[in-house]
């Protein structure tokens, strides 16, 4: 049977509207931001509800056809773009925009998986509730795709991680079976919790179509200091501090190293230095309560107090306004941003131990700096989770691409020393296409002998995803 | 080969003293608390480190034998008992005892899963830690078993299920494969989240030999009030109103009904009203903090200022002492022995979503009255997690035997109402064997097939905990 007939199938199930098969109907499904991984793909299906997404995965399933479930196509390690091969068909969420169910007095609210992660947000909030999941790209992600990937992002000290957020899922499985898991309870012990093997498996067992997530109370004070410390070392000291003095009032933890500043001020338009001073390393620490009741602020200056006397800090301001905050925030959020204007970086998305995080950081630092001379570390990230965006920008006046073809070197020498720490190599992004490979150094050969059993389980002939997270074992 | 020739060899890897033989060694592993479950076995083996238990499990696999891993023998639904056909070996892991890292700035601790929950609190006292899982059995039960039950208790509300603490297992496989998952890590999207699948399992894919949990910081302030309501409806709204205001400081809420209230005054020696006037429902509620700058105390009047005036409660108590905190606690933990008091009673141990708390109790309570009339429902429990103790007392002056003869008819009656609102028939206990044939009436058919492809990827022969959480596909 040719595409063409498979699409005129397909479209008597979900509409002709639906079945895009021109190639500017289907340029946005195909391209991701990083122009990584160019895709190819027959045809890019919008089923509108779940049992639409049923009926074209039965198809699909019955006539051996393989596809990529995508969301909001904001994903960095290609798990979401069907392969140059040609021969995978796109099935995207973005029609599936239903909010279903919102429940203030519960705390938890019931939505179709292509509803973008800000409007989940914002929905919370009409409701005075919080969805804490927060993340550069929430204004165009969907939360199914954040639930295929597990997603971080900054609340995930105080809130955890999306596995975290989810109390249900409705999936539909590879042979186009619906699971009804869509449940709300926070407690049910009744057999194995088969949603938690689809959330971060990157549509490889099956495409999430629902999701009940926890809500929050919104906080309603926040309180930030952006610190000057001498070394890592007084950064983890100064968060066991401040963790156990505010608990779960403790929201953000950041670290950033002095260079990543010196790029903020440079590059960054109206940037100010926070810290009269220059310091070897910076936190940016924020305090914040949906209680009106918790004096937070009198509570910061008392934590940073005992931090520098101490020895755990060496100065510290706290922000005077919320506009401030936001100021503190941006040189946060500019790390990255900041390391284009200074040439090549590459990249680690990695998480070691947090107590482990100052070891970790001063053998890495001085590794990349013996291997490639005059190369400048940026290190920053969520030193309460202990991941760290482990960015090395080339040195001053090297060529670029001289330093960027040393890539898959550096990653080897970084990896290598996060896996001593029992660390992870993709702390939140995932795996993908990207990192497949790599997946088999740091993995025992039974643990990717139980996943690949666990994916034959839920998907017997492999046409869901395949390829991405883990090999295919047939071709 | 028979049991004794099995014995032997395996006394040569373990030693002789570690494997119980004779009736009055074995006692203690084959007796339940409740007796329900009368357990045989040719031997009780105690492995004592994970290189044993693996070469135990090796040997077992190899020799067709079916094992039944124990932690603590504490559980509720028969999944750590051997069967009467009495060809299961007991698999004890009460010698795997030590604690492997205590880890204060990381707030983490790894522990053998030996290790006796009590004593993992203790150890985490010792560094200025908290470990919050806090039951009942906590002076016996054994962390391996909180973990493959996915223990609850009374700290879920702010802290989670077990699931919530587990960072990572090791876990030796039904083939004796070992499993090492044992990180510490707060970020991992590295492939399927295989831990998940342990926790919770009752023991049917693996033996848990050691943990990573999650530690936080010690409550230092601690209130509690306690609170008249007029309806349940009320409670939700207090509940509602309660965690809006305090969020992550608010750590109980325990719904109690008169009748209840009325039997620990009549059973509980010592025991006194905290309210002048009686009250058809009655709330414990909890704040505690880890940071000494909180005023909980003014939040708790707060809160109880705004449910007086909006008519969420009628009257409230706030405890003047540590002393009078324990008072309250006492009565909510008094529920369920001063029920022994009044006779036989039906039990279960279910959860709908928390809003849908009232009007499950109404239904549910209104239905058992009309098939026993004179019985006397006394629901309680963790309203803030929807989990709620649904216990009948029989009436008074009934033939006790008669009244429990109807145990299963009133089982269905009420799993019935609570899975048309989506709830758990097993909140916090599991299923084991006194559960496992209700799972086919509440889970799909196509759920239940996948929990069968999941143990038969990690138990191809399907040796352990045959037969407890899913039925056995062979015989």
């Not at 409701?127 to 550069?136: A, I």
Request: aromatic share 6%; net charge negative.
């Amino acid at each position: 049977m040719t595409w063409t007939a498979h699409a005129e199938r397909l479209a008597a199930m979900i509409g002709a509207a639906n079945v895009l098969t021109t190639p500017e109907q289907k340029a946005p499904y195909l391209t991701e931001w990083r122009d990584k991984f160019p895709g190819k793909t027959p045809m890019v299906l919008r089923p509108g509800t779940t049992a639409e997404v049923s009926q074209v995965l039965t198809y699909l399933y019955a006539h051996d056809i393989r596809s990529v479930p995508q969301g909001g196509n904001t994903g960095l390690v290609g798990a979401q773009i069907p392969r140059e091969s040609g021969d995978e068909v796109v099935v995207s969420l973005s029609r599936m925009t239903r909010v279903r169910d919102v429940d203030p007095d519960g705390y938890t609210m019931s939505v179709d998986s292509g509803v973008v992660l800000q409007q989940v947000q914002e929905e919370a909030e009409k409701v005075d509730r919080l969805f804490p999941l927060s993340l550069g790209s929430q204004g165009s992600c969907r939360i199914g795709g954040n639930i295929s990937s597990n997603a971080g992002g900054t609340a995930v000290l105080s809130y955890g991680n999306t596995r975290d957020l989810v109390l249900g899922l409705e999936v539909v499985l590879p042979t186009g079976e619906v699971w009804d898991g869509l449940r709300t309870l926070r407690k049910d012990n009744t057999g194995y919790d088969l949603k938690q093997l689809f959330i971060g498996a990157e549509g490889t067992l099956g495409v999430v179509t629902g999701a009940a997530l926890k809500l929050f109370p919104r906080p309603r004070k926040l309180e930030a200091a952006f610190v000057g410390l001498p070394s890592a070392e007084a950064a983890l000291k100064l968060f066991s501090l401040a963790r156990a003095q505010a608990g779960p009032v403790l929201t953000g933890f950041e670290l950033m190293p002095r260079i990543g500043m010196e790029f903020c001020l440079a590059h960054l338009p109206g940037a100010r230095a926070p810290l009269s001073a220059t310091h070897p390393w910076y936190v940016l620490m924020e305090l914040s309560s949906g209680s009106e009741a918790f004096p937070i602020h009198d509570l910061l200056e008392a934590i940073l107090t005992e931090a520098l006397s101490a020895g755990h800090a060496t100065d510290a301001a706290i922000a005077q306004s919320v506009a401030q905050v936001s100021d503190f925030w941006r040189l946060r959020h500019g790390m990255s941003e900041v390391q284009k204007k200074e040439g090549g970086s590459i990249k680690h998305d990695v998480s070691v131990p947090v107590a482990s995080i100052p070891a970790f950081l001063n053998e890495a630092i001085a590794a990349v700096e013996a291997l490639l001379p005059g190369c400048r570390p940026v290190p920053f990230g969520h030193l309460g989770d202990g991941n760290i965006h482990f960015n090395i920008s080339q040195p001053v006046g090297a060529d670029k691409e001289a330093f960027l073809a040393r890539w898959d070197e550096v990653n080897d020498l970084v990896h290598g020393i996060v896996h001593s720490y029992r660390g992870s190599i993709s702390a939140e992004h995932g795996i993908g296409i990207l990192k497949r490979d790599l997946l088999t150094r740091v993995k025992s050969p039974l643990e990717l002998e139980l996943m690949h059993r666990i994916k034959a389980a839920f998907d017997p002939k492999g046409l869901m995803n395949p390829g991405r997270l883990l090999r295919e074992t047939r071709s």
